[in-house]
């Protein structure tokens, strides 16, 4: 059976979009374990049950989907629908300008760390060591970038690396900021702080609910107009 040979319905039996990706098999090379990305109006503390049918009988309906990935020299770029996402392939940040629904919603972003010395270490002073498209589906893209935080003296303090994740038709993203210590002379490095840093444009409201995160990073608050 190959990922393609699933299908999910509510209680329906009606079909629901799904995306699926196979992360491990049987030594014979049949799907052990899959991944279901799907999406679902369940209320909260509210339980809906699905059924998960395959073989070699079963088949996947196509659905249309508003999701584009783009990928060039200079950028990638992601349309859920909803929001366009652009990731500048010259500089290390966890995205280069967000609009929704066709308005400017975040012009830049950069990671910022404030070292124990007193120096600021900057992830957009130097273009990312790697940047791809992870997983990308009908439902679901994730967008991997990895980089350095770099001081104005070319000094480097501590790697970043984002997974980016978008979903077709909805309005957010979701944000996974893994650091790394790479100073491999000591098991510890001090820092004074660590976070995001978010621009949005001239006159915009406070918008920041768009940004999802499961790290404990700070996003500064921009100053009402």
């Known amino acids: ?73 200079d950028i990638i770029a992601v349309d859920t629908g909803r929001l366009k996402i652009v990731f500048d392939k010259s500089k290390f940040a966890p995205f280069a300008h967000i609009s929704l629904d066709g308005e400017a919603y975040i012009s830049d972003s950069r990671v910022v760390v404030n070292g124990s010395d007193g120096q600021d270490y900057l992830s957009t002073n130097a273009p990312p060591d790697s940047i791809s498209v992870e ?10 970038i990895e980089g350095n935080h770099i001081s104005t003296d070319g000094n480097s303090l501590l ?27 000591t098991p510890f490095t001090d820092i004074d702080s660590m976070y995001i840093d978010i621009d949005i444009p001239n006159g915009s409201q406070q918008k920041l609910e768009l940004i999802q995160t499961l790290s404990l990073i700070h996003i500064s608050e921009p100053t009402r107009p």
């Not at 052990?32 to 049918?53: A, H, I, N, P």
């Not at 997983?135 to 991997?144: A, K, N, T, Y």
Request: net charge negative.
């Open 159 to 185: 790697r970043s690396i984002f997974r980016v994740n978008a979903y077709s038709g909805l309005p957010f993203v979701r944000v996974e900021h893994t650091f790394v210590n790479d100073n491999s002379n």
């Open 1 to 73: 059976t190959s990922s393609d040979q699933l299908r999910l319905l509510d209680n329906d039996g009606s079909e629901i979009h799904l995306q699926a990706r196979p992360i491990c098999y049987w030594p014979d090379r049949s799907i052990k374990w899959v991944l279901l990305d799907f999406q679902t109006d369940t209320l909260g503390r509210s339980e809906q049950e699905y059924s998960l049918e395959y073989g070699t009988e079963v088949s996947r309906r196509n659905f249309d989907t508003p999701l584009v990935v783009m990928d060039n020299t």
């Open 135 to 144: 997983d990308s589906g009908p439902l679901h893209c994730v967008i991997r």
